[in-house]
């Protein structure tokens, strides 16, 4: 296939190969055992583990990660919302992925793919506050990935809205 330069395909493609790129160049972060209850585990294609087979945050682990916060507008709340926790881009850098594709999966056992190069093009949030306040479960928590979707008008659309997952209990790296 060959693509012109003016192409809104062409860029779609760039951009997975570079984030998918960038997802492989991120460092993996010296990473202890979890001191609290895990909740968040990353497995799949990456570099590197805690002692098990996959990378396992508690709280603390992803609150000490770098911090982003935003408040954007999302089909499920009538207002715009404060989001905040670490950007997946800095959660995968610390569980040293390689993949493309991410598996989100939540505690139901719903689950969406995702490109990797999401987390590299956009200020995707793993959420661990709403509002300023910890996310319960039946506020869509205690984990939720969240799109800056007022930030960008093309991540206001179905298919990036579908990316949002809530109640994130895992990440399977592809």
Do not use: C
């Amino acid at each position: 296939m060959r693509l012109s330069r003016h192409d809104p395909e062409r860029r779609h493609v760039l951009w997975a190969l570079a984030g998918a790129a960038l997802v492989r160049a991120l460092p993996a972060m010296a990473l202890g055992p979890p001191s609290g209850p895990v909740v968040l585990t990353v497995s799949g294609a990456r570099r590197g583990s805690n002692d098990t087979q996959a990378i396992e945050f508690d709280l603390a682990m992803l609150q000490q990660l770098p911090q982003a916060s935003y408040a954007t507008r999302t089909p499920w709340y009538p207002q715009p919302r404060r989001f905040s926790g670490p950007l997946l881009r800095d959660v995968l850098g610390a569980a040293g992925t390689e993949g493309e594709t991410l598996r989100l999966i939540a505690l139901n056992d719903y689950y969406v793919d995702i490109p990797a190069s999401d987390a590299m093009h956009y200020d995707v949030v793993v959420a661990l506050r709403l509002d300023d306040k910890a996310m319960t479960v039946r506020d869509k928590g205690p984990l939720l990935v969240m799109y800056p979707f007022d930030a960008q008008p093309e991540l206001r659309t179905a298919t990036f809205y579908s990316r949002a997952a809530w109640q994130l209990r895992s990440i399977q790296v592809r």
